[in-house]
């Protein structure tokens, strides 16, 4: 059994039926059970407005309990949602109305272009086609000379007038000429074989007398060899560190020249000076290098460095010499000479340090002539420089030790 209330909006009477089984039943002065009041008479009390609720309250005074307690759960949600709509409809209205941004017509307009695409690339179109309007392609090519009197001693204060330079026999212009003593990088080759062990502490004198000749822009690197080359010592400006390293080096082993001046012809590309030269102090020939002579002398050429050795040789009539070491003087020479350096053989050991401090000097004494090839072909082909000195009054006759060739670019 449930009941049923309604309302009067007039006059706030109110009709209890019971339903019992389908049966409907009039109480007080309710219409007939069954039916229906239309709107005009009785509505829902969410619609009415706030002054009726005093009406409601006394109502529900004189309800039965059960219609109060149904009664008052209807009235408070239909309370809270009098107070939700009107908010959520304000709410949206004021969204609804709220300003939207203008746009200033007094600030800067931004308009982005995009960047045009280029054109496709003729497929019929040479690369010597697409190259830039302007194009500087020119070589310039730096020989150190070395010029010494009929008594070995260095000469200086020469000038450019001084020099012919050809190339391929074909006379050539010196744009370039200096005598400055330029910052250099120098690479060691120390041989530490077995026949070196009572000539390490000689050599190793002869390598500080070289470094006493060093600019603070110099940087050296050491590489020493017996059965293989190693590199102790990449490139550096602090000479006490290439000496300390030679400080721990011990004698053994079979005798890997060759392996060692490619190995340091290798670590020269990562010079930062643009004068390069490599001083070798060897007591012998190979006997235990995988790379073959003419590998060696053809990295030679083609490098842009000088070469300077000091070969350690026993007397030809020594009895202790091999084939390896008779061989020596003629390798060691032969690689100095093609790049403008120096072989200095040596039979008295007190001479290594002296020796050593020469070449020092030579490299500071040095012209540089520079020049850009008449022949502009880039075939990577050998080219033969030669150097001479024009004949001056007053000086003996002199000599010039140069770099005797180099190969031209291929690109």
Same mark, same amino acid.
């Given at each position: 059994?449930?009941?049923r209330?309604?309302?009067?909006?007039m006059?706030?009477?109110?009709s209890?039926t019971?339903?019992?089984?389908?049966e409907?039943?009039?109480?007080g002065n309710?219409?007939?059970?069954?039916?229906?009041?239309?709107?005009?008479?009785h509505?829902?009390?969410?619609?009415?407005p706030?002054?009726?609720?005093?009406?409601?309250e006394?109502?529900f005074t004189?309800?039965?309990d059960?219609?109060?307690?149904?009664?008052t759960?209807?009235?408070l949600?239909?309370?809270?949602?009098?107070?939700?709509?009107?908010?959520?409809? @304000?709410?949206g209205?004021?969204?609804?109305?709220a300003?939207?941004?203008?746009?200033?017509?007094?600030q800067?307009t931004?308009s982005i272009?995009?960047?045009a695409?280029p054109?496709?690339a003729?497929?019929n179109?040479?690369?010597?086609?697409?190259?830039s309007?302007i194009?500087?392609?020119t070589t310039l090519?730096?020989?150190?000379?070395?010029v010494?009197?009929p008594?070995?001693?260095?000469? @200086?204060?020469?000038d450019?007038?001084?020099?012919?330079l050809?190339e391929?026999?074909?006379e050539?212009e010196?744009?370039q000429?200096?005598?400055?003593?330029?910052?250099?990088?120098?690479?060691?080759?120390?041989?530490?074989s077995g026949?070196?062990?009572?000539k390490?502490?000689?050599?190793?004198?002869a390598?500080?007398q070289f470094m006493?000749?060093a600019?603070?822009?110099?940087?050296?690197?050491?590489i020493?060899?017996n059965?293989?080359?190693?590199m102790?010592?990449s490139?550096?400006?602090? @000479?006490?560190e290439?000496?300390?390293?030679? @400080?721990f080096?011990?004698?053994?082993?079979?005798?890997?020249?060759?392996?060692g001046v490619?190995?340091?012809?290798?670590?020269?590309k990562?010079?930062?000076?643009?004068?390069k030269?490599i001083?070798?102090?060897s007591?012998g020939g190979?006997n235990?290098?995988?790379y073959?002579? $003419?590998?060696?002398?053809?990295?030679?050429?083609?490098?842009?460095?000088?070469?300077?050795?000091?070969?350690?040789?026993?007397p030809?009539?020594?009895?202790?010499?091999t084939?390896?070491e008779?061989?020596?003087?003629?390798l060691?020479a032969e690689?100095?000479?093609?790049t403008?350096?120096?072989?200095?053989?040596?039979?008295?050991l007190?001479?290594l340090?002296?020796v050593?401090?020469?070449?020092g000097?030579?490299l500071?004494?040095q012209?540089?002539?520079?020049?850009s090839?008449?022949?502009t072909?880039?075939?990577?082909?050998?080219?033969?420089?030669?150097?001479?000195?024009?004949?001056?009054?007053?000086l003996?006759?002199l000599?010039?030790?140069?770099?005797?060739?180099y190969y031209?670019p $291929?690109?």
């Amino acid at each position: 059994m449930f009941h049923r209330v309604s309302f009067s909006r007039m006059d706030c009477r109110s009709s209890v039926t019971t339903q019992k089984f389908g049966e409907l039943q009039p109480s007080g002065n309710s219409k007939p059970a069954g039916e229906y009041l239309p709107p005009s008479t009785h509505r829902h009390f969410l619609f009415w407005p706030i002054n009726f609720i005093p009406k409601i309250e006394r109502c529900f005074t004189s309800c039965p309990d059960i219609l109060r307690a149904g009664c008052t759960m209807r009235l408070l949600i239909g309370l809270a949602l009098a107070v939700t709509i009107p908010l959520v409809v @304000t709410l949206g209205y004021q969204q609804d109305s709220a300003p939207r941004a203008t746009v200033n017509p007094t600030q800067p307009t931004v308009s982005i272009t995009p960047r045009a695409k280029p054109p496709a690339a003729d497929p019929n179109e040479s690369i010597t086609d697409r190259r830039s309007d302007i194009r500087v392609d020119t070589t310039l090519v730096l020989i150190p000379v070395s010029v010494t009197d009929p008594m070995s001693r260095f000469v @200086t204060g020469l000038d450019k007038e001084n020099f012919k330079l050809s190339e391929d026999k074909v006379e050539q212009e010196i744009t370039q000429f200096s005598s400055e003593d330029a910052p250099l990088s120098v690479g060691i080759v120390f041989d530490t074989s077995g026949s070196m062990g009572a000539k390490l502490q000689r050599s190793r004198q002869a390598v500080a007398q070289f470094m006493k000749t060093a600019n603070p822009q110099d940087e050296f690197f050491l590489i020493v060899f017996n059965d293989r080359p190693e590199m102790v010592q990449s490139f550096t400006t602090e @000479t006490e560190e290439v000496q300390n390293r030679l @400080t721990f080096t011990q004698a053994k082993g079979r005798t890997a020249l060759l392996d060692g001046v490619y190995l340091a012809m290798n670590q020269m590309k990562k010079a930062h000076n643009p004068r390069k030269a490599i001083l070798i102090i060897s007591d012998g020939g190979d006997n235990s290098s995988r790379y073959t002579e $003419t590998e060696v002398k053809n990295a030679v050429r083609e490098a842009d460095v000088q070469i300077y050795a000091i070969g350690i040789f026993e007397p030809v009539a020594s009895r202790g010499r091999t084939m390896e070491e008779l061989s020596g003087p003629s390798l060691l020479a032969e690689m100095a000479e093609q790049t403008g350096g120096r072989h200095f053989a040596v039979d008295n050991l007190a001479e290594l340090p002296d020796v050593a401090a020469k070449i020092g000097i030579e490299l500071r004494n040095q012209y540089v002539l520079g020049y850009s090839p008449k022949n502009t072909a880039r075939d990577g082909k050998y080219r033969r420089v030669q150097v001479k000195l024009v004949k001056t009054t007053g000086l003996p006759q002199l000599r010039a030790m140069f770099r005797t060739g180099y190969y031209a670019p $291929t690109q």
